[in-house]
Structure formats: C-alpha cells, structure tokens
C-alpha cells in the first residue's frame, strides 16, 4: 500500500489540506455525469445488454473473480456472455486497441485481468480504453447475449443495464473523500444510485461475495495439488503484484503455509530479474500474477512455481438478476 493510500484509509489530518482540490474533482465529475445523463453528450447504447462490474474507489477490490463467476454462471444457463475491460497493464508502447485477447494473447498487450478472464472461461473478450468501441467489437461476432464491463463505472461514454459496485468490507470507503483527498473515484452518494452494491467479506448473505481457495496450479504445466500440499514447505517464497497483496498473504496465512514475502505494484510487469535466486525455491503467487510468468516458467523457476486458484461466490439473487438482464 502506498504511502498517500495509507493515509487515505487511517484518516491522516494532513488530507484535508487538498480539500479544494478534491472539490475541484467532485465539481468535474458531477458535470461529466449530469452531462451524459440530460444526453448532453451522447452515450453509446449496445444491442445488446451491458452489465457493469465496478466500484467507486481506488485498488482492487476483487471485481475480476466476480466477473468470472457471473460469466460462468450466464454459461450454464445456456447464455453467450463476452467481457469488455480498460485493460489496465497493458504496455503503452506495445499495446494496440481495440485487442480482441484470445490464449496466446501477452499481457502486454490487452493487460493482465483481461488475459485472465479469457483464459479461465474461454469467453470472448475485448479491450479497449474506449469501452464503447470493445463492445462493438465484441458484439461484431453475433456470438455475445450479454456484455460483461470489468470496471467501467465511471465509463458512461457506454450506457448500462445494470450496475454491479464491489466493496471492500473491511476497508469500506477509507475516509469518505474523494480523489486526491481520498480514495473515491466519485461521491459515496453515487452508491444510491447503482442496482447493487455487494461487499467483499460482508455479513450480510445477500450483500455478500465470498473468495474461496479450490486449488494450486503449476505454472508450468498445469498440474493442480490440494490447497494444504504447501502447509509443510519451509522454503517458499510468496508474491504479490495486485492491489491488496495482504489479503493474499493472509489466506496463505489461514492454510498454515509459511513463506517469505514479496510484494510488487499492482499489474506489475515480471521478468526474469524478479526471480533470481529463486530458482531451486517454490514460488506461490496469485493467478492475476501467473498470466504474466507462465513465459518466464522455465527450468528451476516454473517447475516449482504456482497459482491460487480462487473462486467467487455470489448472492443466487444477484445472479438471477443478471441472468434476467441477459435474457431480455
């Protein structure tokens, strides 16, 4: 967590002093919305159905797991859903947008939540910084019933059917202020306005989305292992390239696995360098993490390398929801 973000969420006075700047944000934000919304500026309407999964405040708040589990749910009712995403991790130099991403697709150039979702559930996805145009796209092919947005909230260039918001149930909205003050993308009134707002380690059952750990998967070749075949490993190292590296470290925690930890800036880009020495180590890291080191899998680095595989859980209601809007 960085420096301004802790602050964010302990409350530091010091925040109150970029206030102005923050009303400046509000100000700007408001206007874009109002904008839109009394169609002063035009928003593009799919064909088909879109259902924004998002959130109103900086980091990762497990949106990705969410998507992928709504995916597999519209799947077994029979539905055709595509996923549309920013694309955030994407090399700026190396990136070309609109990136239809399919398996042999390198995070470098659609990102790697987007990479990701196609490869856990093979569905159709397109990336884009103009949402807008990856619907089009996606929904090109005739092969999509519903658009899946990871992210997106604040996209309204892309008009909705639906909007999901993820909170973190333990981190909650930090100190209530917007950017640069605080962690808000938008004002916590914005929340009224959403469909549902579900919350990440939440005690409320309908309101609630559970992370669950299934299994370890080597990086290298796929061979899956029980969740307890690390508990007895005294060597391992443990890394962390997303928004909350804690709450990986502290599942690791809670299967009685000990390991050295590493952290890295959220969507970091892994090369070689951030494995030497490791080489006759085993490596756990995170699935979003192994998207981007499955090239580097080679022998003494990957053959002892995995990922968690982590399913989400979700309110049967909301699913239902979501499968009303896909049939429409």
Not at 181 to 188: D, I, S
Not at 197 to 221: F, H, M, Q
Not at 267 to 290: C, P, S, W
Request: with cysteine; hydrophobic share 45%.
């Amino acid at each position: 967590m960085s420096g301004l973000e802790a602050a964010w969420y302990r409350g530091a006075a010091w925040l109150w002093l970029l206030r102005p700047i923050e009303f400046l944000f509000r100000l700007l934000a408001a206007v874009r919305r109002g904008a839109y919304g009394r169609g002063l500026i035009r928003a593009y309407r799919s064909e088909r159905p879109v259902v924004i999964v998002g959130n109103i405040t900086v980091g990762g708040t497990g949106k990705t797991p969410v998507v992928i589990a709504l995916v597999e749910a519209l799947k077994e009712r029979g539905l055709r859903p595509g996923v549309i995403s920013r694309g955030y991790g994407a090399t700026a130099h190396i990136a070309t947008f609109p990136h239809r991403v399919s398996a042999a697709s390198d995070a470098a150039d659609c990102g790697d939540e987007p990479l990701l979702i196609q490869r856990r559930t093979g569905v159709p996805v397109v990336v884009s910084p103009r949402r807008a145009e990856a619907a089009k796209i996606l929904l090109a092919s005739g092969d999509v019933d519903v658009v899946l947005s990871d992210d997106g909230l604040q996209h309204y260039a892309l008009a909705r059917d639906l909007e999901i918001v993820v909170i973190d149930g333990q981190r909650g909205l930090g100190n209530g202020f917007c950017l640069p003050a605080g962690p808000l993308r938008e004002p916590a009134s914005r929340l009224r306005s959403v469909d549902r707002v579900i919350y990440r380690g939440g005690d409320k059952p309908d309101a609630s989305v559970t992370y669950l750990p299934e299994c370890w998967i080597n990086v290298r070749t796929g061979e899956a292992r029980p969740l307890d075949a690390f508990a007895e490993t005294r060597d391992a190292v443990a890394i962390a390239g997303i928004g909350q590296p804690g709450q990986f470290f502290a599942t690791l925690d809670g299967l009685s696995i000990s390991a050295e930890r590493r952290t890295f800036p959220d969507h970091h880009a892994y090369t070689q360098v951030d494995f030497t020495g490791l080489e006759n180590r085993t490596i756990l890291m995170t699935e979003k993490d192994a998207v981007k080191c499955a090239s580097l899998a080679e022998p003494g680095v990957g053959e002892d390398a995995w990922y968690l595989r982590i399913d989400a859980v979700l309110p049967s209601s909301l699913i239902e929801r979501v499968v009303e809007i896909a049939q429409r």
